[in-house]
């Protein structure tokens, strides 16, 4: 089965266990899922559904225990770690719940971090691009601490969008924010897909940010429980409750 041009990333028949013999937790089962370019999915499901180890071997950051996952035409599962971390590096963005930005530098370091770990000259025009992306190019020399939280994962984002990646993955990205900053984060993230064509797969366990994607991927003991495309809050929020509720 090869990957269509519309599709940023392809799970073929994706499994990930942990451990073996009895004591064995399969946290995948089987996933195949196409996330195509230019969309916004959201990626929800109860806790310990295998949401997060979803988007890591989406990602590149685990390896499948079978299967395969391809991104951008590139099968990842032959890749040895010096090609895969290559890959991580120039196609692919993350941004997570904890900001993981470095104390002791400012929003632009802190932004221009990939690129020097890439061995890559760092453009100042670049950085303050994305800053600006981001709307905190007046605070590009403010240290984490002198900003608020929306802040400071508006300038994980930025230094997630300044490799200009092909695929953006954000795990739980307004978890730790405010409903007003979560929003204003998510709109971000909305204009990336409309506006810039990137790709972004979210995790949430919020139904109103998973409504601001495309669709929404569903996943219940690792394996996929359906979607909803287009569906407004309301609508994701019943359907999770019914997967909350449904006996395993």
């Known amino acids: 089965m090869s990957q269509r041009n519309g599709d940023a990333i392809t799970l073929r028949r994706v499994s990930r266990r942990y451990g073996s013999g ?20 959201a990626v929800m499901g109860p806790s310990g559904s295998g949401k997060s180890t979803l988007l890591q071997c989406a990602a590149g950051l685990d390896r499948p225990t079978s299967g395969s996952v391809t991104v951008g035409g590139t099968e990842l599962t032959g890749l040895g770690e010096r090609r895969l971390t290559l890959l991580r590096r120039e196609r692919v963005g993350f941004v997570f719940q904890a900001f993981n930005l470095l104390p002791a530098l400012t929003a632009e370091q802190n ?6 770990l890439a061995g890559r000259r760092v453009p100042r025009a670049r950085i303050r691009e994305a800053l600006h992306q981001v709307g905190l190019g007046d605070r590009a020399r403010h240290r984490p601490a002198e900003l608020s939280g929306g802040q400071q994962q508006r300038v994980a984002l930025a230094r997630a969008l300044v490799t200009r990646p092909e695929v953006l993955f954000a795990d739980e990205p307004t978890g730790a924010l405010d409903s007003r900053t979560g929003h204003e984060v998510l709109t971000l993230l909305r204009g990336m897909v409309d506006r810039g064509g990137q790709t972004v797969v979210m995790v949430t366990h919020d139904p109103v940010a998973a409504s ?10 690792g394996r996929v429980h359906g979607e909803l495309t287009g569906a407004g809050a309301d609508a994701v929020a019943a359907r999770m409750t019914g997967l909350e509720a449904t006996p395993c």
């Open 111 to 116: 932004v221009a971090l990939p690129l020097r």
């Open 212 to 221: 601001r994607a495309d669709r929404v991927v569903f996943l219940v003991d």
């Open 22 to 41: 009895d004591g064995a937790v399969s946290a995948l089962d089987g996933v195949s899922l196409a996330f195509p370019r230019g969309s916004f999915t």
